[in-house]
């Protein structure tokens, strides 16, 4: 598309999952990748084209950038005949894509170090592959990890219940949301809670509008509650002690998906944590107007530099 043209370089591969899923990723080497790989791990409903911006910036950083499609999202295989449903029945599947896809496509054909690279549900997923495989990347980068998913108006207990209930009455592939609330490609700008830029807005709308297999709607019963178990998993104090991998999180300071509080709480419990708040940024840091971005990249050039050892520009 003309306004995402992809970095150039790249090339687009599968990769099949022993019970036959196929994942889609994409790999840029670089022209010397002086610095190592950086895995992107995208969140819930993303796919690989929505970060070619981002990809290219980390390109011009000296870096070999690796992007994939989660299972049931982008054009890796969806786990139900609705394309437009989002499913899954444990996060542990995630965890074991990602980990699969690293050890067969990348470590063979990518520089090292490995840096890691997570938005949302990615960089919640990336945190459960760093307590897993402990030394599997140098580093790691998570943009508003999901630690608790925001609620409101519904209090938290009765959200978990609800959901619960839900799976039990309806079954794990029912979703709570239908009509147009259940339609990707119906969003409005002034009512979305991702971002404040319009233009980044209107090109994430144009890229599931020029290719309709993209879309991705709400989450199914399966998928909430194994996102409630999930999140219960790394919010443990026990557990995210055994997380040792150097870790930056930025925090959206205007976050209305993912509970702030809660973000800042996994920061002080990991044994490598450091965080930083983007003011006014929404969900989406790095979808977000130039100035939120600009904090973000001075933090990660700072972080990355200090941890992989290098002279940042």
Known sequence: MDNNPAPAGGRVAFLEMPDGTLLRYAIWPGEAAPHGTVILV??????????FETVGELLGRGFAVAVIDLRGQGLSTRERPDRLKGHILDFQTYVDDLAHWIDACLRPNLPQPFVMLGHSMGAHIALRY?????????????TAAMTMIQSWPLSRGFARSAVKFGRQLFGPNATLVSGSRANPFISR????????????????????????????????????????????????????????????LGIPAEDQVIDV???????????????????????????????????????????IGDQLDFETA
């Not at 995208?42 to 970060?51: A, H, L, S, W």
């Not at 929404?282 to 973000?296: P, S, Y």
Request: with cysteine.
């Open 42 to 51: 995208p969140g819930r409903t993303e796919f690989i084209e929505k970060y």
């Open 130 to 142: 760093l307590h897993d495989h402990a030394g599997g990347v140098s580093c790691a980068v998570m």
């Open 189 to 248: 700008f002034d009512e979305n809670k991702l971002t404040h830029d319009r233009g980044r807005f209107d090109r994430m709308q144009s890229l599931i509008h020029a290719d309709r297999d993209l879309g991705l709607g709400p989450p199914t019963m399966g998928w909430l509650d194994a996102a409630i178990r999930s999140m219960d998993l790394i919010n443990r104090p026990d557990y995210l002690a055994k997380i040792a991998t150097p870790i930056l």
């Open 261 to 303: 509080a809660s973000q800042r709480r996994l920061a002080q419990l990991l044994p490598n944590g450091v965080s930083f708040v983007v003011p006014g940024a929404q969900h989406e840091i790095l979808m977000e107007t130039d100035g939120c971005r600009d904090v973000f990249w001075q933090h990660f050039d700072a972080f």
